[in-house]
């Protein structure tokens, strides 16, 4: 099954701490007066300019394999294709917040609003990772009302450009679910157009699929480091 996905702007607020967070202020450290004024206003023209949507398409283990590989130019050795592997269920997914928003970021950069810019981007950008986790509560939510899942089911989004998986697996992933449909498009580079998109495979299993440990080659040079705090994420009920 295949079908457009209503994220709404409730399901992927943003809220100043993440935000902060976000940009390397942690939580115990209050942020300057200016700087709490800087994240209104571009929390503001979050709000006006944000046109959340994303795509959702069911996809078996066999037919996942052949997209996975992509140009061939994955790491030899990732945590996704032991993963997926070991699914119950297997969906495609991407999301986009719009075209307009990240016309906006542009435009701060290109006058030199630098600023606004960095914020406005960062709030994009902790909203499309909790677009990532919405996408990972509808699907499961629909795996459960027709009695595939149970209490024990988790839910990851893994994407291209991550842990070992090339950028241009983009391609094949696009050929097969279509994102075009709400305005998503990939440049030469395999980088989604508008620029606040995310992609990937959400895969349901047992939380003990999800468990790696981060010693693989590429991990050195990893400059997110959240697969621990997506591990955590599989101990919530």
């Known amino acids: 099954m295949r079908e457009i996905v209503n994220i709404s702007i409730d399901q992927i607020e943003p809220n100043p701490s993440g935000v902060f967070e976000l940009q390397g202020i942690p939580a115990s450290t209050p942020p300057p007066d200016r700087v709490n004024v800087l994240y209104n206003s571009a929390e503001a023209l979050f709000y006006k300019m944000a046109a959340p949507i994303g795509i959702m398409a069911d996809i078996s283990i066999h037919e996942f394999a052949d997209i996975y590989p992509g140009n061939g130019l994955n790491e030899p050795n990732t945590p996704l294709e032991n993963i997926y592997s070991q699914a119950d269920y297997l969906a495609l997914f991407a999301f986009t917040l719009g075209a307009e928003i990240s016309r906006e970021i542009e435009n701060q950069y290109k006058n030199k609003n630098l600023a606004m810019a960095y914020m406005l981007d960062s709030t994009a950008s902790y909203s499309a990772d909790k677009a990532a986790e919405a996408a990972q509560r509808i699907f499961l939510d629909g795996l459960l009302s027709r009695g595939k899942a149970d209490e024990s089911t988790r839910v990851l989004l893994y994407s291209p450009g991550y842990c070992g998986w090339h950028v241009s697996g983009q391609g ?34 047992k939380a003990d699929i999800h468990r790696f440990t981060s010693n693989y080659p590429f991990c050195a040079h990893c400059q997110t480091r959240n697969c621990r705090e997506r591990m955590n994420f599989l101990t919530v009920t």
């Open 172 to 205: 094949k992933l696009f050929d097969y679910l279509k994102p075009e449909e709400i305005g998503i498009t990939l440049n030469e580079s395999f980088l989604m157009i508008p620029l606040k998109s995310i992609s990937g495979v959400l895969v349901a299993g």
